[in-house]
């Protein structure tokens, strides 16, 4: 984690490390590398760390492109707790709001040679419990990976 920069805004406590960041690119490579810091800290393998990582990172680009559209006066807000038993990871934007049925499914045939829309697919993937909740303004996610659980993750989607 670098140095926290006038743009950052901090909360940490003994388990939770809580961030408002500005929606960039450099917000969401610095959640991603904290998502990896704090799973190695807690103990999860390093298959774990990066499929950890690789999930926030979907979430906070989904939270800065397609919540904030980049919005320069819109934030987001991520946070870390580990309860001892889980990673919890909360991502939230000021965007219009998700209706993650209106998601396409990536599997499909006529979006298996699109560019983007498997973020959402590849954190339901890499994680034990996902939520997705609209709220007014924006959209948070909730990501849960539980210490010990198989390395593959869950098996047969997310939850919403």
């Given at each position: 984690?670098?140095?926290?920069?006038?743009?950052?805004?901090?909360?940490?406590?003994?388990?939770?490390?809580?961030?408002?960041?500005?929606?960039?690119?450099?917000?969401?490579?610095?959640?991603?590398?904290?998502?990896?810091?704090?799973?190695?800290?807690?103990?999860?393998?390093?298959?774990?760390?990066?499929?950890?990582?690789?999930?926030?990172?979907?979430?906070?680009?989904?939270?800065?492109?397609?919540?904030?559209?980049?919005?320069?006066?819109?934030?987001?807000?991520?946070?870390?707790?580990?309860?001892?038993?889980?990673?919890?990871?909360?991502?939230?934007?000021?965007?219009?709001?998700?209706?993650?049925?209106?998601?396409?499914?990536?599997?499909?045939?006529?979006?298996?040679?699109?560019?983007?829309?498997?973020?959402?697919?590849?954190?339901?993937?890499f994680m034990d419990e996902v939520q997705?909740?609209?709220?007014?303004?924006?959209?948070?996610?909730?990501l849960v990976k539980h210490v010990g659980?198989?390395?593959?993750?869950?098996?047969?989607?997310?939850?919403?």
């Open positions: 984690m670098g140095a926290p920069t006038a743009i950052d805004y901090i909360k940490m406590t003994a388990n939770r490390v809580s961030y408002t960041l500005d929606s960039t690119l450099d917000s969401v490579n610095k959640v991603e590398h904290t998502a990896e810091e704090l799973a190695a800290k807690i103990g999860f393998s390093e298959d774990d760390r990066h499929r950890i990582a690789m999930a926030v990172r979907e979430a906070a680009v989904n939270a800065v492109l397609h919540g904030n559209a980049y919005d320069p006066n819109k934030k987001m807000m991520v946070s870390f707790e580990n309860t001892g038993q889980s990673l919890v990871i909360k991502v939230r934007d000021q965007g219009k709001g998700l209706d993650p049925s209106a998601v396409p499914d990536p599997l499909a045939p006529e979006n298996l040679l699109k560019q983007s829309g498997r973020g959402i697919f590849l954190i339901n993937s997705i909740r609209t709220l007014d303004p924006g959209t948070e996610i909730t659980a198989p390395a593959s993750g869950r098996q047969g989607g997310g939850s919403k």
